[in-house]
């Protein structure tokens, strides 16, 4: 995910370098509102604990393991302003001092891996909590399937970036499909890692979850009976029914998962290339049709992703004195 | 090295801080009627009084939970009193007088990894009178004269996580020694100090000349740096004593959740000499 | 994405390139890799220029090839992803050792794999002639919000004690007999993460306190005064322009 350079033309790097730097502005000034003077030593730490948490993994089947990103989780637990200026920090220092990522690729490394994660992921936190008891469980669920999500969001976001700026012919159906899908996956995951530290934050301290600043103590003690393993089983078949839905729209040709099969494997038959897959710049062999359902899948993706963005952005403002009482009764009398 | 020689030692030292100023009448600390609540409820202090004067070392002592760290916190107005006041010397601390304040009174935390939080040693030196003004020269001078007086001049541009517990504690002191502050607190500075690190840190106490407020367990440590004890329970000083008489009574430290070490007999050990 | 050791790039040493004002590096690094961006992929000569004067600037740099090979195997996945390009793509179909792939693919192979790998060189470069704290320094000169470069400080110096921390948790899970193979048994990671944000937390909070009694007023106080030198900016310009000049000159030529 921390991508190299090369892989998005220059003209998109600068572009979303420009969007990540306005929003990180943003962001900024609406952390420094809600913290005050106590903002860098608070972000400085939890940026580190993001980056360790980073580091480690967890166990996802057979003794296989993978990684948290912890952009939603951010989010959730600080707000979705520090949440996105704390993962932005861990990124862009990844980057200069461990050289994980490229330089060209900040732009869209901030924009995919903080940005839309902590604001995306905040927003359908924000949705889904709406819909789910307001309790601890509530809480819970809701960081579950945001995060879970927010990382296939995430994949989306990287695909429509490819639409615009690829350096290389691979179409957009390919890519988008073969990133959501393996983002989906690794998505469960996250999901459900998030899930769990947050409820193990809820039980202690549930003043420290920015998601939870509206509960009383005595629904943030509340739980709902949901056993772990038919969590992880539900977040399994929603991926799955989303990930059949999705991959629908983008190869509605039936035969055309096939093709792309065939042809990424050895295409050693000549045979084989009249039926290739046409490279980005040329849909020749598919017809106008596919051509304009992509671009339409894509400009939906585009519309689904700004709006959760942009809900997030809008709750970060809306609650921005709430936050701030919440910030200041928290320390122990302290000033 | 600390121990060779006390006397020059002292002299040199004594450029690092102002000496108190002797005819001071009003106290280098004056609390009265303290009382604080945490906003979960708790009541933590419950009306305390106390009164040190320039140049004393006074142990504050008491369980777990007495309210010593609470009450540290006043001092320097990072905690705001329900009712009561503090004053550090002439000044009322109060929301227009921090600033002020936070130059005379140095609060050493228990964990100096909470003080340690620049790249360097040096740095964090640095940080407090940089705050105060100060620039250029004058700032490396007064990083240099801060370090030396914990004779840790060469940790200056190590990294804070690399230091053993002892550096760390001693570079924790100097970057608040370097703000020249006329009351030093200290909360439980000996605590995880190996055994030389332990002795370091006591040399560098005993050679200081300014007020000091110590929290502390270590009782032998307490005997040896402070003629006084101030024993805090459940939100009230409970005594107020010399060290000596306070560490021989042992209903009264057994109140308090306190125990001398085993074999240790305060009453067979000299009294500090008045440094 | 594999874990990432706590410990940045950084190599010791006193080079030209390491002395060089860390603002230089910076401005110097990101202008040569987007010049790197904007050549043309046909334009071969000049990916040759910007190569050897690379491997001039890691040469002076006394930092290694072995070191820097090494570093750059993270790329590898993301070049293997690259290997398959030509096989996807279409359009006028090449014969290379006897397998038809397509020749943008070759093309759109070759831009990526060029571009990643000089990219990834030079931010090897940077990190290991730059300490982290110079780094930030740098960052704050090119007019990145001193607040951020604050919050970037204290997150490089709390790292190392939280990952420590994360890493005694573990163990002691590990000593009472915790292998986790499945995600549902993955609980106790997931609260010991819980339990360290809340650590990290309240830390935050005591070095906000620390902060406040050593005359805080929430702007971090300027200590580091040297800027660089004009004769630094020109010697850091050198590579970046070249490079730009050579990617313009082979756009407008075609």
Known sequence: MHAPDGFLNAGTAATTGVISAGAIGVSLRQMRSTLGDKQVPLAGVTAAFIFAAQMFNFPVAAGTTGHLLGGALAAILLGPATGAVVVTVVVVVQALAFADGGLTALGYNVLNMALVPAFGGYGMFVLLRRVLPPNATGVVVATGLAAGLSVPLSAMAFSIEWLFGAAAPVPFDTVFVAMVGVHLLIGIGEGVLSAMAVGAVLAARPDLVYGARDLTRAQAAERSRVGLRAFVIGGVLVALVFATVVSQFAAPDPDGLERVATDQGFADSAQDHALATSPFADYATQGLDNETLSLAVAGIMGVVITLLVGLGVAFTVRDRTTRRRAAESTSAGAR | ?275 | MGARHTHPLYVHGHSRVHRLAPEVKVAAAVAFVFGVAVTPRQALWVFAIDAVMLLVVVALSGIGPRFVLTRLLVILPFIAFAFFIPFVGSGEQVEVLGVAVSREGLWGMWNVVAKATIGATVSILLAATTEVPRLLTGMGRLRVPATLTAIASFMVRYLELLAGELRRMRIAMASRGYDPRWLWQARPVATSAGALFIRSYERGERVHAAMLARGYTGTMPEIDERRATTGEWLAGALVPVVAWLAAMVALVAG
């Open chain 2, 1 to 275: 090295m600390p121990t060779s020689d006390a006397a020059t030692g002292q002299r040199a030292r004594s450029h690092a801080t102002r000496p108190p100023d002797a005819r001071l009448t009003t106290p280098a600390i004056d609390v009265r009627g303290l009382r604080f609540h945490y906003p979960d409820g708790h009541e933590a202090l419950r009306g305390i009084d106390l009164q040190v004067e320039a140049g004393e070392r006074v142990a504050l002592l008491g369980a777990n939970g007495a309210g010593k760290t609470t009450l540290a916190l006043h001092l320097n107005g990072i905690n705001v009193p329900d009712e009561g006041s503090v004053r550090i010397g002439d000044l009322l601390v109060e929301e227009s007088t921090f600033a002020e304040v936070r130059r005379r009174v140095g609060l050493v935390f228990q964990d100096p990894d909470d003080q340690l939080f620049m790249p360097t040693v040096g740095e964090d030196v640095a940080f407090g009178p940089a705050n105060l003004g100060l620039r250029g020269a004058d700032l490396d001078a007064r990083v240099a004269e801060a370090l030396a007086a914990v004779d840790a001049s060469q940790l200056a541009d190590r990294t804070p996580h690399h230091l053993s517990g002892g550096e760390r504690r001693r570079a924790a002191l100097a970057t608040v020694l370097a703000m020249r502050p006329d009351v030093l607190v200290l909360d439980e500075p000996t605590s995880g100090l190996d055994p030389a690190g332990h002795r370091e840190l006591v040399e560098v106490l005993r050679s200081l000349p300014m007020t000091q407020v110590v929290i502390t367990h270590d009782l032998p440590f307490a005997l040896e740096l402070c003629e006084r004890a101030v024993i805090i329970g459940e939100g009230r000083v409970a005594a107020d004593r010399s060290t000596a008489t306070a560490l021989a009574d042992g209903q009264l430290l057994a109140r308090h959740r306190l125990a001398l070490p085993y074999g240790f007999d305060p009453g067979h050990v000299a009294p500090p000499e008045t440094a």
